[in-house]
T-cell receptor, first 113, second 112 residues
C-alpha cells in the first residue's frame, strides 16, 4: 500500500495563477482532509470531506476549493494564487475508529511569487 | 488563540540526554494524540492517550495524559539523532468528532 500520496511535491506559481493539488489514498478511508502548515502556526485545516460526496470548510477555507472525486481522491484548488498561500500543504485521511487518528501524505511545498 | 499550547517551541540537545515536552490546554480533551514529523515529510502518529493519568511507552518515549485530561507530556530517554523532528500534539476540535486541532509543535534537534 502506498498510503496517502500527493502531487506535485514542489510548485512555484506567480500571483493570480491557478493550480490543483492532488491527493489519493489506497486505505479505503472514508474521511479526507487538507491542511496547510506555516512556521509557528502548526497545522490548520482548510477543508475536509467526511465521506464521498460531502465537503466542509475548516479553519482557513478562503481562497481554496475542493473536490472529492471519489472515495480515493480529494483535490485542492487555488483559483487565483496569492503570496499569502505560500505554505506546505498536507493531505490526510482517517483510519476510522473512535479517535480520528490521521495518516498524512508527504506534502506539497508551494511558493507563490 | 491556540487551543493546544506546546512547550518548549525549540529544543537542541546532545545525544544521550533526556527531555520532556509539554502539551497544555485550558480545555478538557477526550483523547490526545502525538505525532512526529521529520523534515520534508508528513506527520506520523506515535500514540493516542485516552484515559486521565494514562501512561504509554514506545521504546524510549513515554507519554502521559494528565489526570484532568487537559495536558499531556512526552518524555524521551537517552535521545538519539533519529529522534530529531517536530513533535505535534492534537486533540478533537471543540464541538466535533470529525476534526482535530493541532498544537504549534516542539522542534527537537539531537546532535552527536
Amino acid at each position: 500500500n502506498a498510503g496517502v500520496t500527493q502531487t506535485p511535491k514542489f510548485q512555484v506559481l506567480k500571483t493570480g495563477q491557478s493550480m490543483t493539488l492532488q491527493c489519493a489514498q489506497d486505505m479505503n478511508h472514508n474521511s479526507m482532509y487538507w491542511y496547510r502548515q506555516d512556521p509557528g502556526m502548526g497545522l490548520r485545516l482548510i477543508y475536509y470531506s467526511a465521506s464521498e460526496g460531502t465537503t466542509d470548510k475548516g479553519e482557513v477555507p478562503n481562497g481554496y476549493n475542493v473536490s472529492r472525486l471519489n472515495k480515493r481522491e480529494f483535490s485542492l484548488r487555488l483559483e487565483s494564487a496569492a503570496p499569502s498561500q505560500t505554505s506546505v500543504y498536507f493531505c490526510a485521511s482517517i483510519k476510522g475508529g473512535a479517535y480520528n487518528e490521521q495518516f498524512f501524505g508527504p506534502g506539497t511545498r508551494l511558493t507563490v511569487l | 488563540t491556540q487551543l493546544l499550547e506546546q512547550s518548549p517551541q525549540f529544543l537542541s540537545i546532545q545525544e544521550g540526554e533526556n527531555l520532556t515536552v509539554y502539551c497544555n490546554s485550558s480545555s478538557v480533551f477526550s483523547s490526545l494524540q502525538w505525532y512526529r514529523q521529520e523534515p520534508g515529510e508528513g506527520p506520523v502518529l506515535l500514540v493516542t492517550v485516552v484515559t486521565g493519568g494514562e501512561v504509554k511507552k514506545l521504546k524510549r518515549l513515554t507519554f502521559q495524559f494528565g489526570d484532568a485530561r487537559k495536558d499531556s507530556s512526552l518524555h524521551i530517554t537517552a535521545a538519539q539523532p533519529g529522534d530529531t523532528g517536530l513533535y505535534l500534539c492534537a486533540g478533537p476540535a471543540p464541538g466535533t468528532a470529525s476534526k482535530l486541532t493541532f498544537g504549534t509543535g516542539t522542534r527537537l534537534q539531537v546532535t552527536l
